[in-house]
C-alpha cells in the first residue's frame, strides 16, 4: 500500500469507476450508434468503388477523395479543380447563408413581438410558432410547390391585380429553394431568439431611453448585445441543416439544381460512387464543424465584452 | 441476478419478431404510380394474400436498396439492361416462371429476350419507350425529333422536363448525332456531352412525375415515357406524342423475385397471376403502358388500344431500339458524361 491509498482517496477513486460503470451504458450508444458508422463512412471513403454501387472491401483507394477535389477531364485527361462540387458547394454555402439572413430578419422582430406580449398570451404564439412541426416536412414542401407554381397562389395572385402580365417563374429555381428552406427553418431562429429576449430586463430599455438614446441606438446598444446568444443560437441551429439540405432542393429546385446533400445522394444512387459520397459528407462534416467553431469562439469573445 | 433476469427479458423480446412471422403476405417493390390497385385487389382476394407495395423512382436506387439487404421484399421490377445485373449479383431467385400454367400467354416476341433468355427469372411486366412529350398549345412545330429538348424551338425554352436517366438519355443524344448505342467513339460523345451541358440551361427540371404537371401547364415539353404523356393526355388535350426520328429506347420492365425473398411461393403464385390476359389488362389499363402478354387486348381499355402513344407508326419502327447493357467501362464513361451534365 502507497502513502496515497488513504481511505478517502479509495472511496474517490471508487466513486469515480461507479461513475463510469453507470454511464457505460449512454457512451455505449453514443459510440457505437454515433461515432462509429463515421468510422464506417471515413474507411468506405478510403475503399475503391464497386461496380454496381457499394465498395470492394480492403481495396485501398484514395479516388474518393480525389474526387471531391480534382477532376479529371474525361475526353482530353487534363487534370483540373473539381468545378462541379465547387460549383455546389458555393450554391449550397450562398443559399445557406441566405436563409439564415433572411430568417434572422423575420425572426428577430417577430420573437420581439411574442417577447412583449403579456405572459399568458405568450405561451400561445409560441405553441402557433410550433404548429408547422406537426407536419411531415415533406408534404409541407409539395404544399409550397402549389403556392408558388405558374398557376400557383402567389402567380394567380399576381396576375389578377395586374402586377405581371405572365407567372413569374419561381418553381425550380433558386429562389425557389431559398423560400422553401426560409419557411422550414424560420421556427429554429424563432424560438431562441424568444428564449433570449423572454430575458430581457425591459427596464434597462426604458434606462436607454432616459439617457437621451434613440431608438435604433437603444436596439444596437442594449437589445442586441444582450439577445446576441440567441441570434448565434439560432443562426446554427438554421445555417446547419441548411448546408445539408436534401428535401427542398429536390422538390422545389427540379432536381437540376443541385446542393450538397443531392450531391452526395447522387453518388449513393446512380452515380455508383460510394467512396466519393462518403468523401464529399466527410468534407461537409468537417465544413460544419469549422463553422460551429467560429461560431463559438465569436459567441464566447462578444459574451466576455458584455460582462466587461 | 436482477440484471440476469433483465437480459433473458431482453433476449426473448429480440427474438419475437422471428416467431410471429405472419402468413399471407407479398412484399412488392415497384416503381411509383405503376401498379395497378385493381389487378393487387384482385390477387388479394383470390389467394387470401396481403400485399404491400413499396414504390421506387430509378433502377440504381432499388439496386443499392435491395443489395443493402434487410429489405423485406418479395418482388422487384427491372429494367431490362438492368436485369443481367441483378442476376450476375446473386440477387434474383431462378423461379423459372417459363415453366408455369400461364407462361403459354406470353408472346413470343418476349420469350427469348437478351437480358433473360428463355425467361428463366422474369416475366413481363410492361414495355414502352421514351419518346417526346409536348403541349400542343405552346409549340405546334415537328414534334418527332429529339431536338425538341436538345435545340429546344424558343417557345419551349425553360419549359421542358427531361427523365433524369442516364441510359435513356444518352441513347436519344448518341443517335441524335448519328452514333450506335455503346458506342466509345469519343468525337460523337465529346458532341453528346458538349450538347447537353448547353441544353440543360433551357429545361426546368430534371424529374420524375410529369403527368400533374402537363395538367397544371408547368411543363410545355418533356423527354419521359410513352404511357405518362398519355396519362397526361387525358388531363390535358393538347398533350401530344412524338417518337424521335433520330432514334428512342424501348424499355421492358419485368417481375423478378428475389433471391432472399420470405414469400417466394406468394411471389410465385404473383408471377403466373400477371400472365394471366385479363390481369395483364389491369395493369396495362391503370398504367397505360403496353404488356407482354397476348390475348390481354381483349380486356383492355378501348381508348387504349388504338393510342396514337402506344402503337409505333410504321415509320418510325426502324428508330426505336432495346437499350443493351453497356461493357463496364463503356458504362463507366457514360456516367462519367453523366456527372459533368449533372453538376
Known sequence: MSASDTPARIAQRQKTRNRWLLSSPALLIVFVAAIGPLFVMLAYSFMAKGDYGGVKPWEFSTDGWFGVFFSRDIFDDTLTIADANVTIFLRSLRLSLLTTLITLAIGFPTAFFIATRPARMRDVWVFLITIPFWTNILIRTFAMQEVIRNEGIINTVLVATGITSEPVQILYTDWAILFGMTYVYLPLMVLPLYASMEKLDFRLVEAGYDLYANRIQVLRRIIIPIVKPGMIAGSILVFIPSLGAYVTPRVLGGGKNMMLGNLIELQFGAGRNWPLGAAISITLMVLVMVALLVYVRYAGRSGGQHHG | ?343
Not at chain 2, 416476341?109 to 437478351?114: G, Q
Not at chain 2, 404473383?270 to 403502358?289: G, L, R, T, V
Request: hydrophobic share 40%; glycine share 6%.
Open chain 2, 1 to 343: 441476478m436482477r440484471v440476469k433476469r433483465l437480459l433473458s427479458a431482453v433476449a426473448a423480446i429480440a427474438l419475437l419478431p422471428a416467431v410471429a412471422q405472419a402468413e399471407g403476405e407479398l412484399n412488392i417493390y415497384n416503381w411509383g404510380n405503376y401498379t395497378s390497385p385493381e389487378m393487387i385487389k384482385k390477387f388479394e382476394d383470390t389467394y387470401n394474400v396481403k400485399v404491400t407495395i413499396t414504390d421506387y423512382d430509378s433502377n440504381d436506387t432499388a439496386l443499392a436498396k435491395v443489395r443493402a439487404g434487410g429489405h423485406g421484399f418479395d418482388i422487384v421490377v427491372p429494367s431490362a439492361n438492368y436485369v443481367p445485373i441483378w442476376v450476375n449479383e446473386g440477387l434474383l431467385l431462378e423461379a423459372r416462371p417459363d415453366q408455369m400454367e400461364n407462361f403459354k400467354n406470353v408472346d413470343e416476341r418476349w420469350v427469348n429476350v437478351p437480358w433473360d433468355m428463355g425467361r428463366d427469372y422474369t416475366v413481363p411486366w410492361q414495355w414502352g419507350l421514351t419518346g417526346i412529350t409536348v403541349d400542343t398549345s405552346v409549340y405546334k412545330g415537328d414534334i418527332n425529333t429529339s431536338s425538341i429538348f436538345l435545340d429546344p424551338p424558343a417557345e419551349l425554352v425553360g419549359k421542358i422536363n427531361v427523365a433524369p436517366e442516364m441510359n435513356d438519355v444518352l441513347f436519344a443524344t448518341i443517335r441524335y448525332f448519328g452514333g450506335e448505342w455503346c458506342t466509345t467513339d469519343k468525337e460523337v460523345l465529346k458532341k453528346v456531352r458538349d450538347k447537353l451541358v448547353e441544353a440543360k440551361p433551357k429545361w426546368i427540371a430534371m424529374d420524375y412525375g410529369t403527368i400533374e404537371k402537363f395538367a397544371s401547364r408547368d411543363y410545355a415539353a418533356a423527354y419521359y415515357w410513352n404511357g405518362a404523356a398519355m396519362r397526361a393526355r387525358e388531363k390535358n388535350t393538347d398533350v401530344r406524342f412524338g417518337f424521335p426520328k433520330e432514334g428512342f429506347p424501348f424499355f421492358m420492365d419485368s417481375v423478378a423475385i428475389l433471391a432472399d425473398a420470405k414469400n417466394p411461393e406468394n411471389a410465385k403464385l404473383f408471377m403466373n397471376f400477371i400472365m394471366d390476359p385479363e390481369n395483364a389488362a389491369m395493369i396495362s389499363n391503370f398504367a397505360k403502358y403496353s404488356n407482354g402478354i397476348k390475348g390481354s387486348e381483349a380486356f383492355m381499355d378501348p381508348a387504349m388500344k388504338d393510342a396514337p402513344e402506344l402503337v409505333v407508326p410504321s415509320e418510325f419502327q426502324e428508330a426505336g431500339a432495346f437499350l443493351q447493357s453497356c461493357a463496364p467501362e463503356v458504362n463507366e464513361f457514360y456516367a462519367k458524361i453523366w456527372t459533368d451534365v449533372n453538376k
